[in-house]
Protein backbone atom coordinates (compact mmCIF):
# COMPACT_ATOMS: atom_id res chain seq x y z
CA UNK A 1 0.00 0.00 0.00
CA UNK A 2 1.57 3.46 -1.33
CA UNK A 3 1.05 6.26 1.10
CA UNK A 4 1.61 9.20 -1.41
CA UNK A 5 2.34 12.02 1.18
CA UNK A 6 5.22 9.95 2.82
CA UNK A 7 6.50 8.14 -0.29
CA UNK A 8 7.68 8.58 -4.08
CA UNK A 9 6.11 6.83 -6.93
CA UNK A 10 8.19 5.33 -9.55
CA UNK A 11 6.95 2.62 -12.32
CA UNK A 12 3.95 1.88 -10.14
CA UNK A 13 5.00 1.15 -6.94
CA UNK A 14 6.21 2.76 -3.85
CA UNK A 15 9.86 3.57 -2.36
CA UNK A 16 10.31 5.14 0.42
CA UNK A 17 12.95 7.59 0.92
CA UNK A 18 15.72 7.54 3.39
CA UNK A 19 14.90 10.75 4.48
CA UNK A 20 11.85 9.86 5.96
CA UNK A 21 13.10 7.19 8.03
CA UNK A 22 15.73 9.38 9.26
CA UNK A 23 12.92 11.87 10.26
CA UNK A 24 10.86 9.30 12.35
CA UNK A 25 13.64 8.20 13.90
CA UNK A 26 14.93 11.82 14.75
CA UNK A 27 11.72 12.33 15.85
CA UNK A 28 11.38 8.96 17.84
CA UNK A 29 14.31 10.14 19.80
CA UNK A 30 13.65 13.45 20.10
CA UNK A 31 10.12 12.13 21.86
CA UNK A 32 11.91 10.15 24.17
CA UNK A 33 14.63 12.93 25.10
CA UNK A 34 11.49 15.04 25.59
CA UNK A 35 9.91 12.41 27.98
CA UNK A 36 13.11 11.94 29.90
CA UNK A 37 13.48 15.44 30.96
CA UNK A 38 10.27 15.70 31.82
CA UNK A 39 10.08 12.94 34.15
CA UNK A 40 13.16 14.17 35.85
CA UNK A 41 12.03 17.95 36.24
CA UNK A 42 8.52 16.09 38.10
CA UNK A 43 10.85 13.86 40.07
CA UNK A 44 12.72 16.61 41.28
CA UNK A 45 9.99 18.98 41.77
CA UNK A 46 7.96 15.89 44.03
CA UNK A 47 11.29 15.35 45.82
CA UNK A 48 11.45 18.41 46.84
CA UNK A 49 8.20 18.10 48.81
CA UNK A 50 8.12 14.17 49.77
CA UNK A 51 11.82 14.19 51.15
CA UNK A 52 11.49 17.49 54.08
CA UNK A 53 7.72 16.02 54.81
CA UNK A 54 9.94 13.07 55.37
CA UNK A 55 12.38 13.80 57.87
CA UNK A 56 10.02 16.37 60.04
CA UNK A 57 6.94 13.07 60.34
CA UNK A 58 10.29 10.89 61.68
CA UNK A 59 11.63 13.64 63.89
CA UNK A 60 8.05 14.42 64.96
CA UNK A 61 8.18 10.31 65.83
CA UNK A 62 11.43 10.53 67.33
CA UNK A 63 10.82 13.30 69.76
CA UNK A 64 7.36 11.48 70.42
CA UNK A 65 5.24 14.23 69.19
CA UNK A 66 3.43 11.58 66.77
CA UNK A 67 2.61 9.45 69.36
CA UNK A 68 0.95 12.15 71.43
CA UNK A 69 -1.36 13.83 68.39
CA UNK A 70 -2.17 10.06 67.70
CA UNK A 71 -2.94 9.44 71.23
CA UNK A 72 -4.82 13.10 71.58
CA UNK A 73 -6.92 11.82 67.42
CA UNK A 74 -7.48 8.28 68.73
CA UNK A 75 -10.90 8.87 69.41
CA UNK A 76 -11.91 10.80 66.65
CA UNK A 77 -9.97 8.78 64.34
CA UNK A 78 -11.18 5.19 65.44
CA UNK A 79 -14.56 5.95 63.54
CA UNK A 80 -13.00 5.50 60.21
CA UNK A 81 -10.51 2.41 61.48
CA UNK A 82 -7.88 4.89 61.44
CA UNK A 83 -5.18 4.86 64.52
CA UNK A 84 -5.10 8.43 65.42
CA UNK A 85 -1.64 9.02 64.17
CA UNK A 86 -3.47 8.62 60.68
CA UNK A 87 -4.22 12.16 60.64
CA UNK A 88 -0.80 13.81 60.35
CA UNK A 89 -1.02 12.36 56.53
CA UNK A 90 -4.31 13.87 56.47
CA UNK A 91 -3.65 17.02 57.55
CA UNK A 92 -0.50 17.58 55.74
CA UNK A 93 -2.17 16.94 52.41
CA UNK A 94 -5.47 19.50 53.21
CA UNK A 95 -3.15 22.12 53.64
CA UNK A 96 -0.28 21.66 52.06
CA UNK A 97 -0.47 19.40 48.91
CA UNK A 98 -1.27 15.45 48.07
CA UNK A 99 2.49 14.89 48.23
CA UNK A 100 3.03 15.59 51.72
CA UNK A 101 0.58 13.26 53.33
CA UNK A 102 2.00 10.43 50.73
CA UNK A 103 5.50 11.37 52.41
CA UNK A 104 3.67 11.34 56.08
CA UNK A 105 2.36 7.85 55.04
CA UNK A 106 5.43 6.12 54.98
CA UNK A 107 6.75 6.48 58.91
CA UNK A 108 3.36 4.98 59.39
CA UNK A 109 2.67 1.28 59.93
CA UNK A 110 -0.70 0.53 58.25
CA UNK A 111 -2.54 -2.13 57.15
CA UNK A 112 -4.04 -2.45 53.76
CA UNK A 113 -7.29 -1.85 55.27
CA UNK A 114 -6.61 2.01 56.69
CA UNK A 115 -4.11 2.30 53.83
CA UNK A 116 -6.76 1.77 51.74
CA UNK A 117 -9.15 3.87 53.87
CA UNK A 118 -6.43 6.79 54.40
CA UNK A 119 -5.51 7.36 50.77
CA UNK A 120 -9.49 7.51 49.55
CA UNK A 121 -9.85 10.04 52.46
CA UNK A 122 -6.54 12.00 50.79
CA UNK A 123 -7.47 11.59 47.66
CA UNK A 124 -11.09 13.24 48.01
CA UNK A 125 -9.63 16.17 49.87
CA UNK A 126 -6.55 17.75 49.77
CA UNK A 127 -4.52 20.88 48.81
CA UNK A 128 -7.42 22.61 50.22
CA UNK A 129 -6.19 26.30 50.03
CA UNK A 130 -4.82 26.13 46.77
CA UNK A 131 -7.91 24.53 45.01
CA UNK A 132 -10.10 26.60 46.45
CA UNK A 133 -8.37 29.62 45.41
CA UNK A 134 -8.27 28.29 41.64
CA UNK A 135 -12.41 27.15 41.82
CA UNK A 136 -13.23 30.48 43.41
CA UNK A 137 -11.81 32.09 40.44
CA UNK A 138 -14.45 30.16 38.31
CA UNK A 139 -17.27 31.93 41.17
CA UNK A 140 -17.33 28.43 43.00
CA UNK A 141 -18.27 29.91 46.42
CA UNK A 142 -15.19 28.22 49.15
CA UNK A 143 -17.57 27.21 51.30
CA UNK A 144 -19.38 25.42 49.46
CA UNK A 145 -16.22 23.44 48.48
CA UNK A 146 -15.15 22.84 51.80
CA UNK A 147 -18.11 21.20 52.67
CA UNK A 148 -18.25 18.91 49.78
CA UNK A 149 -14.54 18.14 49.82
CA UNK A 150 -13.91 17.21 53.53
CA UNK A 151 -17.85 16.41 53.63
CA UNK A 152 -17.36 13.69 51.17
CA UNK A 153 -13.66 12.77 52.74
CA UNK A 154 -15.63 11.88 56.12
CA UNK A 155 -18.57 9.93 54.41
CA UNK A 156 -16.37 7.62 52.21
CA UNK A 157 -13.76 7.30 55.10
CA UNK A 158 -16.97 6.00 57.32
CA UNK A 159 -18.40 4.34 54.63
CA UNK A 160 -15.24 1.85 53.80
CA UNK A 161 -14.68 1.55 57.72
CA UNK A 162 -18.37 0.00 57.62
CA UNK A 163 -18.19 -1.84 54.25
CA UNK A 164 -14.66 -2.97 54.90
CA UNK A 165 -16.11 -5.34 58.11
CA UNK A 166 -19.23 -7.03 56.03
Request: proline share 4%; net charge negative; glycine share 6%.
Amino acid sequence: MCILENSHQSSGGCLNSNEDNMEQKQTFFQVIYLGLQNAIQVIWKISKIIIPVYIVVQLLDYIHILPAIGTFLAPVMEAFGLPGEAAVPIMLSNVLNIYAGIASLVSLELTVKQLTILAVMITTSHSLFIETSVLHGIQVPRWIQLCLRIGLMIILGLMMNVLWRI
